[in-house]
């Protein structure tokens, strides 16, 4: 088993208000312990970063229609929350839609590694996780769902979310089962 650990959208502005706001130092602390395992076993880690151009040409028909401007490029706000353990030999892909598969060089980088198992992190459970869950699973790579280190705005659409990847996509772990892979 070659792993890798993918951690998306710890972006400062999901963290400004409401339930990821309340659960960031949880969600941090969990991440980074993750990290710190994957540093100290080589283990490759890849930051995920969603980011758009303040007129929204290259983002999502619902962010484009709504005029939605988060995580717009030049801002803090689409910059990783300065609390993670983020090293300089890092991997970071920018993505511009739910999925880190979607018109990224995430699979490639994934060959590149030699990849065969993904251990995803992040937010949200039911849109990026989500879709990045099965586009991994859809391309054939183990996914390990990080329990402990996945939460989303929605709690029941989190819990929901989980409940579905669980059944037929990934294998959910909590930070204590995965240190033991």
Same mark, same amino acid.
């Given at each position: ?12 502005? %999901? ?8 659960? =960031?130092? #949880?969600?941090? &602390?969990? $991440?980074?312990?993750? @990290? ?65 598969? %979607? ?8 060959? =590149?590694? #030699?990849?065969? &198992?993904? $251990?995803?992190?992040? @937010? ?58």
């Amino acid at each position: 088993m070659k792993k890798a650990l993918l951690i998306i959208d710890l972006l400062q502005d %999901f963290f400004k208000e409401g339930l990821l706001a309340e659960h =960031q130092q #949880k969600l941090v &602390t969990s $991440i980074n312990e993750l @990290v710190d395992i994957a540093h100290k076993q080589n283990i490759p880690v890849i930051w995920v970063r969603q980011e758009y151009k303040i007129d929204l040409s290259d983002a999502p028909l619902y962010n484009r229609k709504n005029n939605k401007l988060i995580t717009i490029e030049n801002t803090a706000g689409c910059k990783l929350l300065p609390t993670l353990h983020y090293e300089k030999n890092d991997y970071e892909i920018v993505k511009k839609r739910y999925s880190a598969f %979607f018109k990224t060089n995430l699979e490639k980088l994934l060959k =590149q590694l #030699k990849i065969d &198992t993904l $251990i995803i992190t992040g @937010v949200n459970t039911m849109t990026c996780v989500r879709t990045t869950a099965i586009d991994a699973y859809q391309r054939d790579y183990e996914v390990i769902l990080a329990l402990d280190a996945i939460d989303a705005y929605d709690i029941e659409q989190h819990k929901n979310s989980i409940k579905y990847l669980e059944y037929a996509v990934a294998q959910g772990m909590h930070n204590d089962e995965i240190k033991k892979l």
